[in-house]
């Protein structure tokens, strides 16, 4: 069995890839339980080692990397350059924790108390099509280290690049069975690794419903579960903010990836004194938005990932007051044009996620409000806020329920950095100093003198 890959920028199939099944898995997660108790046996440093090699082979292949993403997912060559070399960052950030993942020694009466982070065992990922590999890096990298064994299911619109990363594990020199990719459907595939006795943990990013599904699969195997899930975030504008530059970072904070972003500031809210004035400012910023060939080094935006894809953005605009919008490129392959809508508290628009370019703006009016409003969707994933006031930036971050904001930038992702949702956003959180810690489970020794 197997399943066809399409070029969103045309339309056209390109490849056929493996649809694997549920005995495939059970033999790759075999292969897995092998691999670890040897990987976690490994001094510390040897892992550090192996995957700091791993980093340096991704490293050596970023470009191909990177154009593998633009056939695969549209993304325009500049960013999945990035993503490429996020994916070797995170690798070598993540190589500093075997030899930092310590326990503790705690005082006790009658002997010495010690405990040991343990590694889960083999930890199931399960990631979405819109940034396949940095997704999945955000997983696999500290799952490693911490010293499980990984196997990833990317998702079927976008295998490509997660499959060659397995291949680069291996010419890296990391054992075999280590790091595993599986590509097939989330209903076969994503299923038996929550399913799976041998699994101790699942990753899984992607929307809402589906998390919530694998976080009951996974309650019933009382197995750890991390959920990154969706977002409607905020990207609040007060009175006293720098109006020019907040208006002229907004279509970069929801356009970017054709809005397929689970940060993306998906909803503008403007002090009423200023929205006609922050209207007028934004209109050409969204004009001057660069829709086009991905390969292309100017491009900021490709196409929406898939025609059905389309067809959902496309369903919100219906009966929606439409400002204004930028431009796309006519003909095949899946093109969104950027659009602004104005938009009521109640409307579809301000409360579900869209995962494409479409922006909701609304007025609020004073601080209280905007808090308000920011919290009155189900999600929680990030935000930003606009404002020369540092007590208002202050207060307004505290109020806000996300678990990821910015003052005066739109900045969600730094690897050194937590990184998670908040309400019907997730559980848990990736990056950052203590992820590496996450992938394993505390044992307490007590050993009487
Ligand atoms: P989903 O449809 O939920 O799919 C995500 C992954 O889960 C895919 O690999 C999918 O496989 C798999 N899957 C589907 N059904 C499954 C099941 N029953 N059991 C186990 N796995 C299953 O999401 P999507 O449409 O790919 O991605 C968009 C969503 O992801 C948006 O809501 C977005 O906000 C969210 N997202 C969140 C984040 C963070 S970090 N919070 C980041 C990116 C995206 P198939 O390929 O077979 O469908």
């Known amino acids: 069995m197997t399943f066809t890959l399409i070029d969103p920028s045309t339309g056209a199939a390109f490849r056929e890839v493996h649809r694997a099944d549920v005995e495939e898995v059970d033999a790759a997660v075999a292969r897995a339980v092998v691999a670890q108790r040897s990987w976690a046996a490994l001094a510390p440093v040897a892992r550090a080692d192996a995957l700091r090699a791993f980093a340096r082979a991704v490293e050596e292949h970023i470009d191909e990397l990177a154009r593998l993403e633009v056939l695969n997912s549209g993304h325009p060559i500049g960013s999945a350059r990035w993503e490429a070399s996020h994916v070797a960052q995170v690798l070598n950030f993540y190589a500093g924790a075997p030899e930092r993942l310590s326990g503790q020694q705690i005082p006790v009466a009658g002997g010495l108390d010690v405990t040991f982070h343990e590694p889960y065992g083999v930890v199931g990922i399960i990631v979405p099509w819109n940034f396949p590999m940095t997704i999945a890096s955000w997983g696999f990298a500290p799952a490693l280290a911490a010293g499980n064994a990984v196997v990833l299911k990317p998702a079927e619109l976008t295998p490509l690049t997660a499959v060659r990363l397995g291949e680069l594990a291996l010419e890296a020199g990391l054992p075999e069975g280590l790091f595993q990719v599986i590509t097939g459907s989330g209903s076969i595939v994503g299923q038996r690794f929550v399913s799976h006795p041998d699994v101790r943990k699942v990753v899984f990013t992607g929307s809402t419903a589906v998390g919530t599904d694998v976080a009951a699969g996974c309650a019933r195997e009382l197995k750890p579960v991390t959920l990154e899930l969706g977002g409607k975030s905020a990207n609040i504008v007060f009175a006293d903010a720098d109006l020019e530059k907040a208006a002229a970072a907004a279509p970069g904070a929801v356009f970017d990836n054709a809005g397929q972003d689970c940060c993306a500031r998906s909803r503008i809210l403007v002090e009423r004194s200023v929205y006609d004035r922050f209207l007028e400012l934004l209109e050409p910023a969204v004009a001057a938005w660069r829709v086009g060939d991905p390969a292309l080094e100017s491009t900021e935006m490709g196409p929406l990932i898939s025609a059905a894809h389309r067809s959902t953005v496309a369903s919100f605009l219906e009966g929606a007051d439409v400002a204004f919008r930028g431009s796309a490129p006519e003909g095949d392959g899946f093109w969104f044009a950027p659009t602004v809508v104005l938009a009521g508290r109640e409307d579809r628009i301000a409360r579900e996620e869209v995962f494409g ?34 007590g208002r930036a202050v207060r307004v971050s505290r109020g806000v329920k996300s678990g990821v904001l910015s003052v005066n930038s739109h900045s969600s992702v730094r690897y050194w950095t937590p990184f998670g949702g908040m309400k019907a956003s997730g559980l848990g959180r990736e990056l950052g100093p203590d992820a590496a810690e996450h992938f394993t489970e505390t044992k307490n020794v007590f050993f009487a003198t």
């Open 357 to 390: 370019p479409v922006v909701a703006v609304l007025p609020f009016d004073d601080e209280a409000d905007a808090i308000a409003l920011a919290n009155d969707t189900a999600y929680g994933l990030a935000g930003s806020i606009w404002t020369e006031n540092l």
